[in-house]
């Protein structure tokens, strides 16, 4: 079964300092989103991303973070100067169209866990 | 109005009891209403998804109950097995937007 990959799979990183997490999508998909979950917390959305643009984000994607399709088969996100707060589980997901019939369905990776100290 | 909110915060049931999560929404828009199922450090998977216009659903021994009037939906398991242990999350969509926004969770352990 296709899957979304993500690396890494846990990261530590110093306040202040950049990091890029990647995911490989499903090979057929189109739309790509990033969310978050803070440990015990809900799951949040943080962006979405289609034809090679955000076409939609939400008020926790501020300038420090930024996403990125570089060779049309990785999907990145990068968080400038990571904050303390940024500490998380960063998940991929990716579907084929929006119609979310039958086995078109949202997909999420296993996700990349952020540790910022 | 984007909100899901999602009771109980946690569950524990017995082997073969029925194991069941709410979950209520204020957006008439949403469209779109999946639960997902995430194990320890997985992502989340989808579990069983339902339209508004069908009341019930049911996929094995999981179903979803819609409610439109009250703005409600439910997964009910039934013949609940230790390897359903998870947490759950309700979600939304609304056809306006691409993000679907998730409730609360609802950690489930099943007990023998």
Same mark, same amino acid.
């Given at each position: 079964?296709?899957?979304? =990959? $993500? ?9 202040? $300092?950049?990091?890029? *997490?990647?995911? !490989? ?17 809900? @799951? ?37 100067? =990571? ?14 169209? *929006? ?5 078109? @369905? ?7 866990? *952020? =540790?910022? *100290? | $109005?984007?909100?899901?909110?999602? +009771?109980?915060?946690?569950?524990? @049931?017995?082997?073969? &009891? ?5 979950? %209520?929404?204020?957006? =008439? ?13 997985? &992502? ?9 216009? !069908? +009341? ?35 979600? %939304? ?9 998730? /409730?609360? /969770? ?7």
């Amino acid at each position: 079964e296709p899957e979304v =990959t $993500q690396t890494p799979s846990h990261q530590v990183t110093q306040m202040g $300092q950049e990091v890029i *997490l990647r995911c !490989v999508p499903i090979s057929n998909h189109l739309y790509f989103y990033w969310y978050r979950q803070i440990l015990g917390q809900k @799951v949040e959305f943080l962006v979405s991303f289609y034809n090679n643009e955000i076409s939609e984000k939400s008020e926790i994607f501020d300038d420090q973070f930024s996403v990125e399709r570089p060779d049309g088969s990785n999907f990145t996100l990068k968080i400038r100067s =990571t904050k303390l707060e940024d500490s998380a589980m960063y998940f991929c997901a990716s579907i084929r169209n *929006l119609d979310l019939l039958g086995t078109n @369905v949202l997909t999420f990776g296993a996700g990349s866990r *952020l =540790t910022v *100290l | $109005q984007q909100q899901v909110k999602q +009771s109980p915060q946690s569950l524990i @049931v017995q082997k073969g &009891g029925i194991s069941i999560i709410n979950c %209520a929404y204020e957006n =008439t828009a949403f469209d779109y209403f999946p639960w997902y199922q995430q194990f320890p450090g997985k &992502g989340p998977a989808l579990l069983i998804a339902i339209r508004p216009d !069908v +009341s019930e659903k049911k996929e094995g021994r999981f179903t979803i109950s819609f409610n439109k009037s009250a703005k409600q939906f439910s997964l009910h398991i039934m013949d609940s097995q230790p390897g359903d242990s998870a947490t759950y999350f309700c979600a %939304a969509r609304d056809f306006g937007n691409e993000k679907l926004t998730f /409730g609360t /969770g609802t950690r489930l352990t099943i007990i023998p």
